[in-house]
């Protein structure tokens, strides 16, 4: 059986925007389940949405609240290849992995895979992204099941790689700290033959 998180879960729409203030539709979904956030925060699911969220939890149905973005059609970004300039700011905030491309080489994104969490649009330092709307066949369970999956794995890697880092980071210091600065080292034994000079 699902638990109360995964059915709250299964009603937001996946972009993993962070409109809500939390990073992810899951975390945002663990909130509401421990009663430390409302239902209306999330812009993408809408009205619609919080109605589904009300009648899940047993709330009173709330208007969006305006401090998280406002209710409007779903759209997908769309890089302008001609003034891309391959930054990879883009590619480092898609929660999903649906831009690809290479430093200094032109992006693209997989139109399949795009969220419209938007939140690529602000990263553009040449403002090259432009937003289109999303056909209504992409805003499903399916692509938002998908969406999830990706996002999982993107910060499964992201994490993968935090531990590496930090383990580098720690045998490193290790290495260092077991190594004996030969400076140092000539320093005390001066220190030491002047100490020990009548």
Do not use: W
């Not at 302008?80 to 929660?95: L, R, W, Y």
């Not at 090259?128 to 209504?136: R, T, V």
């Not at 999982?152 to 993968?160: H, K, M, P, V």
């Amino acid at each position: 059986m699902n638990s109360l998180v995964d059915r709250i879960d299964a009603l937001l729409p996946q972009t993993q925007c962070e409109q809500c203030g939390y990073h992810g539709c899951r975390p945002y979904a663990q909130a509401m389940a421990d009663n430390q956030a409302s239902i209306n925060r999330c812009p993408p699911g809408g009205a619609e949405g919080i109605e589904r969220l009300a009648a899940l939890l047993g709330r009173p149905a709330l208007p969006l609240d305006p401090e998280h973005g406002v209710e409007k059609p779903r759209q997908l970004a769309r890089i302008v290849e001609a003034d891309c300039i391959g930054c990879t700011k883009c590619i480092q905030v898609c929660p999903v992995d649906a831009i690809v491309g290479a430093a200094k080489l032109m992006h693209t994104v997989i139109a399949d895979d795009c969220t419209g969490c938007e939140l690529c649009v602000p990263a553009c330092p040449v403002d090259c992204i432009a937003l289109l709307p999303m056909p209504e066949a992409q805003i499903d369970l399916p692509h938002a099941d998908k969406a999830r999956a990706h996002f999982q794995r993107r910060e499964a890697r992201l994490e993968g790689l935090r531990t590496r880092r930090d383990a580098e980071l720690v045998a490193r210091k290790a290495q260092l700290d077991s190594q004996t600065n030969p400076v140092l080292a000539a320093l005390a034994r001066a220190r030491m033959k002047k100490d020990s000079s009548p």
